[in-house]
Structure formats: structure tokens, C-alpha cells
């Protein structure tokens, strides 16, 4: 269909090949249904819809057909769609997935107690007893919502293996997870591979240091580089912590974040994570500031006088990682401006020799249109034999996934020499 061969996979390939079935129930948050479903099929997911009486009153049954690019099942026929969509069939037409959202009180009490009278009842039933991963993101008023009997049936359902996702509460209403908090949960339920067993840390932003109570030194780094690598090792099933500077793009739904603002609070916030756990990765995208002022003034300086301001270098954060954890694979990240390419991957090399890591992602943001706020970034991402792969300019979720792709890549070659 059209309007789905046009974003089919524009955002990802994390969901493709799999098909989720998506079921909606008579809530006002079924006005989120087709961003859902939309979204889904962006990340490269098949999307069957079921719709209940009730959510025909909130969403049209062509509107869903649309966005999904395939046939709403409203009703249960002869055809068995309970089964074919639901049931024990083969591989190759098996959902990995159900996705119930908005699920009303009214149907999560239905589906604990095992009543089975409207499409999406039944067809959940059924993937509960098939054991395909069901999601299930409430949607009404918050008095119902903390109802005894209902807070009985979803610890019930949770014991089943049910995801629920939280709503949130606002204005005195329990209102369904936004779309990228339930995208995110299930691409993640339906993840397998190396990411799921790994432990990534990620710096991410600028940091600012005070020059007098009002001003700052800082870059124009918007942090977008560093939460496009978080959220797709988050989305590829890791388990990620960003350390992000106040950078405008630094926040990723569901990943444990560390806010800091100085390049000391981010050396001191990275030095705490390393000596807590063990990580796999480090992305070092952040842009912290080298310098800061010898005594930043307490006030405000004179905007009417010429000012002499003496700075300091601060410690690299790159160089104390490997010190801390020789085993986490490092991969630093370097600007310059104004470079021919020969002179961006000669300083790159250097740069990734002196700090000990395991690979550099080199850019020059000499071109407004790349690098620092931009959407767009072209790199370079080279290792420690020197070998030099070009990524070409793309948005820098795409750049994320190519740089997650060859990091992961160099450390199974590392390992490899080290057994």
C-alpha cells in the first residue's frame, strides 16, 4: 500500500520482518492509534490492527486501514482471525508481538479475569496461551486507574509475563505512555542479539563554564550525536546510562540519564560510573569545554569595560578511561575545522593513540550544515591499524547506527586476538 511503502523502514530496520499485532479499545487516547501504528511501520514493522466496538467510536476503522496499510479486523469470522493472528501457527506468519494501546479498565479486567468477548479480548487471550509478548498501555481516569480490583488484575497480568506500560498521571488522568515510550518498549521486547548483553556509557552535550554569575564558556555542540547513539544502543536491547551536559537535545526516553553541567561534573560523573560497574562501551560524544577561567568573577562583569580573562586547560575525560576500565571498548569522537581530510584522519589517529581507545569518530565542523546543531553529520571513524571508514553525510540517527554496527564489529575482532 502507498502510504506505507513511503516510511517503511525510514526510521530503522529494528522491527523488520516482524509483524505486531496492534489492538485498540474504546479510550480518547485511541487518538494516538495511528501515530502509533505509524511509527511502528517506520521502524520497519508489519501491523495488523483489531479494533474493539468501543474504539470505533474514538477512530475510524479506514482511518486505521491507512495508516497500517492493511484490512482492521473488527469483528471475529469464520476466518479465525483470533487464530491466524494470535495462535500457534507457522514461523513465518507467527506475530512477534501484541500491542494493546490504549487498553481501557474495562478490558484489562476482561483479559485477567479470561473473558473473551470482543476481538481484542480474544485475540490476546490467545497470545497469552501461544506466549508471544503482549504490551498493554492503559488509558483512562486516574481514579480508576489506582481502583483496587484493577491494580489486582495488572499484577495478575504482570505475572503472566505482561508488559504494562505506565501511564501518566496528569490533570487527574492516567493518560497513555507517549508513542516513543511504547515504540521503545517494544522494540526492545522483540530484540535479540550481542546489544542485549551489553553495558554502554555515553557522554553527550556541551558543558558550561562559568565565566562571572551570568556567563558562560561553552560550544555549540546540541547534543544530538550522543543521544542518537544512546537511544539506538538502548533500542537494540543494552543497557545504557547518558551522562549529558545541558545540551537542548540531550534527554532519550527510558535511559537512565546523569545531568551534569561543568566538564568536571562530567570527568567526576564518568570516573563514578566506570569504578561502579563494568561497561562494555563508552561512546564519548560529548563536546566538553577544554578550558575554563582561573577564578570565574562572583558577579557580573562590567559589559561597559574591556576584560582580560585567564583560562586553564581541563583534564581530557578520554584519557582516565582506560586507566579506570582497560576492558571497556572506547570509542572517542574529535572535531576540527577547517581540515583537509589527509590532516582530519592524521589527527584523529594521534589523538585516539594518546588517549588508548579502540576507535576515534572524526568530523569537521567548518560547514554550518554539519556537525555542531546540526541534523547532519559526516565522519570519519577510524581504528588503531589505521583503517579509515568514511560515513557520508546522513542524519545522525542513521551515522548511530553505522558507528553502534562497527564498534560492536572492531570489539568481536578485538576479543577474538585476546582469547
Known sequence: MESVDSILGTRGDHLSGKRIVHCITGSVAAMHAPGLARELIRYGASVKVVMTPSALRFVGADLMHWASGNPVVTELTGASEHISLAGLVPPDRRSSAIVVAPVTANTVSKIASGIDDTSVTTVVSVAIGSGIPIFLAPGMHEPMYRHPILREHLERLKALGVTILSPLMIEGKAKMAGVEAILRSVVRGVQSGEWMEKRVLVTSGPTFEPLDSVRMLTNPSSGKMGSSLAREADLRGADVTLVSGPGSHCEVVGIRTIKVRTTRDMY?????????????????????????????????????????????????????????????????????????????????????????????????????????????NEVWVLDRKGQAVHLPAAKKEALSRRILDIALERSRSLSAIQR
Open 268 to 376: 567526576q560523573a564518568v570516573e563514578a560510573e566506570l569504578s561502579r560497574v563494568r561497561y562494555d562501551f563508552l561512546f564519548a560524544a560529548a563536546a566538553p569545554a577544554d578550558f575554563t577561567p582561573d577564578v570565574p568573577k562572583n558577579g557580573k562583569y562590567d559589559s561597559r569595560s574591556a576584560v582580560s580573562i585567564a583560562l586553564r586547560p581541563l583534564p581530557k575525560i578520554i584519557d582516565m578511561v582506560k586507566e579506570i576500565s582497560p576492558a571497556t571498548f572506547l570509542v572517542a569522537f574529535k572535531a576540527e575545522h577547517g581540515l583537509s581530510e589527509p590532516e582530519l584522519r592524521s589527527r584523529a589517529s594521534e589523538r585516539l593513540s594518546e588517549c588508548d581507545g579502540d576507535l576515534i569518530v572524526a568530523n569537521d565542523v567548518a560547514d554550518s550544515g554539519k556537525g555542531f546543531g546540526a541534523d547532519v
